[in-house]
């Protein structure tokens, strides 16, 4: 199974950039559709991106599409979210998540994934 770690995650400015890494140190990634989600205080987990297993598809959610890049590198069991622009209404905790697939389909829904990870803490400054 997959043991997923985010790193990257800190207190930044508004405008800034920061990019967050996703590392399994279990199972490799290479056969499992990974994606980001980020949750508030209070709210529930949205999903921001996606990526199929061999990184050639991917989906950003509206509210980030153009400012976030999720991308992978299976050689090295990693995923990134490279995150531009980042602006106050960005600060989340961001949540790796990956499920196994034999599919290209990019699912959205939370309950489509089964391993995630303890999540990083995002702040931006205005």
């Known amino acids: 199974q997959l043991q997923l770690v985010e790193s990257g995650g800190g207190l930044v400015q508004a405008g800034d950039s920061l990019r967050l890494s996703c590392a399994s140190s279990g199972r490799s990634i290479s056969l499992y559709t990974m994606g980001w989600f980020r949750q508030g205080p209070g709210k529930e987990r949205e999903f921001v991106a996606g990526i199929n297993r061999s990184g050639v598809k991917s989906y950003q959610s509206d509210l980030v599409k153009g400012r976030f890049t999720i991308s992978r590198d299976n050689t090295k069991n990693t995923v990134y979210l490279q995150m531009d622009g980042l602006q106050p209404e960005d600060t989340f905790v961001y949540y790796c998540?990956?499920?196994?697939?034999?599919?290209?389909?990019?699912?959205?829904?939370?309950?489509?994934?089964?391993?995630w990870g303890q999540g990083t803490q995002v702040t931006v400054s205005s």
């Open positions: 998540a990956g499920y196994y697939s034999e599919s290209g389909t990019i699912f959205r829904r939370l309950s489509e994934y089964n391993y």
